[in-house]
């Protein structure tokens, strides 16, 4: 398997200083940038919308994997895109059509991810696997950074390694919620090769953002 990607979640920033603290963890290492969007509806917390994105976009070359926990969010495709997200992942709850607005995020030039809550099943994405490149399994139930690990999930993403490898398409298995350097070796092993990681990368402060980040991967 490929090397085990970092994904730092800017949910667990110093918002105050959000664009320096993207431009802090990709000089520390990080693969990507994971963006939590949350609309106080589909999940109990509010975040940032499309005009922040834009906002901390100049920060970092790394991608943003942005993570729409929002319903509807056909309607914000476009924009999210606009503001410079590179990979648009959603949930099959936020909207009646889940393979349509895969379609529809493709067709506007972002990848598209599936991104499966606790209790939604494996299969949701597997129906899917042809329209996407990248399918996040949630560890934690989505609103909140700092959350404990769900290992229940453990059992998911192995299920989603094996279907990911059987369609030999080129696809990222990513896990979100309660990572941390102990958790995150039982995900690789499972099989997941992206790593969101909030609060164990944030913690201590810019200075211990490198050797946050080189936990999450020795520890993988
Ligand atoms: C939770 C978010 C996560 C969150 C992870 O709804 O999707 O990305 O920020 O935070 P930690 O790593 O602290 O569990
Ligand atoms: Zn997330």
């Known amino acids: 398997m490929s090397r085990v990607r970092v994904a730092p979640s800017i949910l667990s ?32 917390n509010l975040t940032i919308g499309p005009m922040a994105v834009k906002a901390i976009r100049g920060a970092t070359k790394l991608p943003f994997d942005v993570h729409l926990m929002i319903a509807p969010v ?13 990979i648009l992942t959603v949930h099959p709850e936020a909207g009646p059509h889940l ?6 995020i493709k067709k506007a030039g972002a990848k598209a ?42 059992r998911k993403i192995e299920t989603l390694r094996r279907a990911i490898d059987d369609s ?35 913690s201590g402060g810019p200075q211990s953002y490198a050797a946050n980040i080189a936990a999450l991967r020795g520890g993988a």
């Open 113 to 154: 991810g599936v991104s499966l809550n606790p209790a939604t099943p494996a299969q949701f994405a597997v129906e899917v696997l042809d329209e996407v490149d990248l399918v996040l399994v949630m560890s934690v139930n989505p609103g909140f950074g700092g959350q404990k690990f769900i290992a229940s999930q453990l």
């Open 74 to 86: 056909d309607p914000f495709i476009d924009d999210f895109i606009a503001a410079g997200a590179d």
């Open 168 to 202: 030999g398409r080129d696809i990222m298995l990513e896990v979100d919620g309660g990572v941390n350097a102990q958790t995150a070796r039982a995900c690789v092993a499972a099989g997941a090769d992206v790593l969101v990681a909030g609060s164990a990368v944030f």
């Open 13 to 44: 920033a110093d918002f105050a200083r959000l664009g320096e603290e993207v431009a802090a963890v990709a000089a520390a290492g990080a693969d990507f940038i994971h963006v939590d969007v949350m609309d106080g509806h589909f999940v109990p």
């Open 99 to 104: 393979h349509r607005t895969l379609q529809r």
